[in-house]
């Protein structure tokens, strides 16, 4: 490739997951001039694959050198490029503790942010903790709960700059598993959904989630018998699924400041569902906290240099 003199960045921020890769290119003060993607993501990659994807991917910029990378995801994991062991609950929320990459060339200084453990009940993340930092810098001083909905969707309480405790739920990936793999996947839209018959399933869920594994068949029976439509089966499923979560992340969301990171989609439906029981939640865009937590452990490593 030819190198853009035009894009000549003072660091690059990386947020590497599982399947995807994203390099942007970053000015001092925070802004991004650039971005890249591509679909090297971790699980697609051996140890020393990482290195040359990554130079692949913003060779085209016209970097310093030595040019300080700073990564966050699943590319800090066991199966990563290096592991950056957890840190233990309760922990700051706002200094991520990033471990330097080995055997790097010397023109590129890599270092990986460390994920979050806690022993019980046990749970850990890796990637969120810099969305809950980049939140943080970006509203300071705040003390409540953040909810990070995904495939495997985090509640995180959050008080005077630390990680006080945080629970997962497998949310997502339960809803994909059961509209693709069950009988359920014959009554169901791939796309679509109907606000009210969501607002139903999860209030109906909620309280009484006893009732789920029954109620979820109803969705098969309903079809058959009353010809229900595939839209409204699809949100009934994703109402049930988020009223369950709810059911168990009761302690995190009752009464609690909330703010919610992640796609908007999906935090839209959250947003609602917690609007049903009272609670005014704060939506906050994903790509934007990430690139604010990777800038504030930039800012971070240059102050201690």
Known sequence: MSQDATIAPDWIAVDWGTSTLRAFAMNVDGAVLAQARSEQGMSSLAPDEFEPALRVLIADWSLPNPCTVVACGMVGSRQGWQEAPYRSVPCSAKSNAPIRVKNVGDDLEVWLIAGIKQSDPADVMRGEETQIAGFLALNPDWDGVLCLPGTHCKWVHVSAGEIVSFRTFMTGELFDVISKNTVLRHSLESTGSNDADFLNAVS?????????????????????????????ARAKLSGAVIGMELAAAKPYWLGQNIALIGASTLCTLYKQALAQQGIDAALTDAASVTRAGLSATYKALTRKS
């Open 204 to 232: 109906d869920t909620l309280s009484r989630p006893e009732k789920f594994a029954a109620n979820l068949f109803s969705l098969r029976a309903a079809d058959l018998l009353n010809g229900q439509a595939p839209a409204s």
